[in-house]
């Protein structure tokens, strides 16, 4: 069971044209949704998981479902990851729960506060096996606990390619989170996405070796907006980054890990809208949820694409083989 840290998809994904797929999971639903379209395409995957989501669906419950996904895709390489992770202690508890990667985001703190957390988080990481992103730079948006600079001012909080440098030579983070003029969420810009591709540019040359992560990054595609708001709901200008640009950051400038949490909640809530409105007699979950899933799946596979991850899980697996990770301890008991 290739469960694995995100260091043999990286290790491939940073001069390799392509970018792992890092999914939020909140449920069941949304787990198969994201596994079946990596397996349909051959895909690395990062299953990644929130506060919210901890606190919402009950570890122990997440915990096993994630389990089963790695069991029906033994061939899949997956790494589980703990996204905006915010204090020591809820690191220390992703430890415990099995985790192969957990985030630490010190990004709202003083610099000097950002590095002293995410040194201290990656000193307890790595002798568990376990890698360590953080971030730099404010987003704009918001996502659950998670609240950034308004969008007029994205600007003028973009990661610096020198605070990078030294940020990276004093924590030894393994992946950094950067800003580069996304947001979190669904209203991500007032008009059209632009992404500081320059910037990206400028950190790969100060961190040569680095690999580097965009949150903030879902399309908010317009098939599942129109579909909310054609069905009873309310989503006026909603806006994300077009997958094109997405392409770019990944093919051209190196994006090594793009997060994707708003697009499947639009996808499931767009066909649940859909069912509810069409069949106003349907009271089967499955009825509902199945659709959501279906839905899902079909966003998750042309997300790939842009990723250009499609059919990179093998060799993937043969990076992990190679370098002979041991599994983190929690497996081992
Ligand atoms: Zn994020």
Same mark, same amino acid.
């Given at each position: 069971?290739?469960?694995?840290?995100?260091?043999?998809?990286?290790?491939?994904?940073?001069?390799?044209?392509?970018?792992?797929?890092?999914?939020?999971?909140?449920?069941?639903?949304?787990?198969?949704?994201?596994?079946?379209?990596?397996?349909?395409?051959?895909?690395?995957?990062?299953?990644?998981?929130?506060?919210?989501?901890?606190?919402?669906?009950?570890?122990?419950?997440?915990?096993?479902?994630?389990?089963?996904?790695?069991?029906?895709?033994?061939?899949?390489?997956?790494?589980?990851?703990?996204?905006?992770?915010?204090?020591?202690?809820?690191?220390?508890?992703?430890?415990?729960?099995?985790?192969?990667?957990?985030?630490? =985001?010190?990004?709202?703190?003083?610099?000097?506060?950002?590095?002293?957390?995410?040194?201290?988080?990656?000193?307890?990481?790595?002798?568990?096996?376990?890698?360590?992103?953080?971030?730099?730079?404010?987003?704009?948006?918001?996502?659950?606990?998670?609240?950034?600079?308004?969008?007029?001012?994205?600007?003028?909080?973009?990661?610096?390619?020198?605070?990078?440098? =030294?940020?990276?030579?004093?924590?030894?983070? =393994?992946?950094?989170?950067?800003?580069?003029?996304?947001?979190?969420?669904?209203?991500?810009?007032?008009?059209?996405?632009?992404?500081?591709?320059?910037?990206?540019?400028?950190?790969?040359?100060?961190?040569?070796?680095?690999?580097?992560?965009?949150?903030?990054?879902?399309?908010?595609?317009?098939?599942?907006?129109?579909?909310?708001?054609?069905?009873?709901?309310?989503?006026?200008?909603?806006?994300?980054?077009?997958?094109?640009?997405?392409?770019?950051?990944?093919?051209?400038?190196?994006?090594?890990?793009?997060?994707?949490d708003t697009d499947l909640r639009l996808?499931l809530t767009?066909?649940?809208?859909?069912?509810?409105?069409?069949?106003?007699?349907?009271?089967?979950?499955?009825?509902?949820?199945?659709?959501?899933?279906?839905?899902?799946?079909?966003?998750?596979?042309?997300?790939?694409?842009?990723?250009?991850?499609?059919?990179?899980?093998?060799?993937?697996?043969?990076?992990?083989?190679?370098?002979?990770?041991?599994?983190?301890?929690?497996?081992?008991?």
């Amino acid at each position: 069971m290739p469960l694995m840290t995100t260091k043999p998809m990286f290790d491939l994904a940073y001069d390799g044209g392509f970018a792992v797929g890092a999914f939020n999971v909140n449920n069941m639903e949304i787990t198969q949704g994201i596994i079946s379209a990596c397996a349909a395409e051959k895909s690395p995957l990062i299953l990644q998981i929130s506060k919210g989501a901890r606190k919402y669906a009950n570890m122990r419950f997440l915990r096993h479902i994630i389990a089963a996904a790695v069991e029906e895709h033994p061939e899949l390489p997956i790494a589980i990851h703990l996204d905006h992770g915010d204090t020591m202690d809820l690191v220390k508890a992703c430890l415990n729960d099995g985790f192969t990667s957990v985030m630490i =985001d010190g990004s709202h703190e003083p610099y000097e506060e950002n590095v002293k957390l995410t040194a201290e988080v990656v000193k307890t990481a790595h002798p568990a096996g376990v890698v360590v992103e953080a971030e730099l730079g404010i987003l704009g948006g918001i996502e659950e606990h998670v609240v950034g600079v308004k969008a007029e001012e994205v600007e003028k909080f973009l990661t610096d390619p020198e605070e990078a440098r =030294d940020f990276w030579r004093r924590t030894k983070v =393994d992946s950094l989170a950067i800003a580069i003029g996304t947001s979190h969420g669904a209203y991500k810009f007032k008009h059209e996405a632009k992404l500081a591709m320059d910037r990206i540019e400028q950190i790969m040359k100060t961190c040569p070796g680095l690999p580097l992560v965009m949150h903030g990054s879902s399309s908010v595609p317009q098939e599942f907006i129109d579909l909310i708001n054609k069905y009873g709901g309310s989503m006026p200008n909603a806006k994300g980054v077009p997958e094109e640009q997405i392409y770019a950051a990944v093919t051209q400038y190196g994006v090594c890990k793009v997060n994707i949490d708003t697009d499947l909640r639009l996808a499931l809530t767009a066909k649940i809208r859909e069912v509810f409105a069409t069949k106003p007699s349907e009271f089967d979950p499955r009825n509902y949820l199945g659709p959501g899933r279906e839905a899902i799946v079909t966003m998750v596979r042309r997300k790939l694409q842009a990723l250009n991850s499609v059919g990179k899980a093998e060799a993937v697996v043969k990076q992990w083989q190679k370098l002979g990770e041991p599994m983190p301890a929690y497996y081992k008991k």
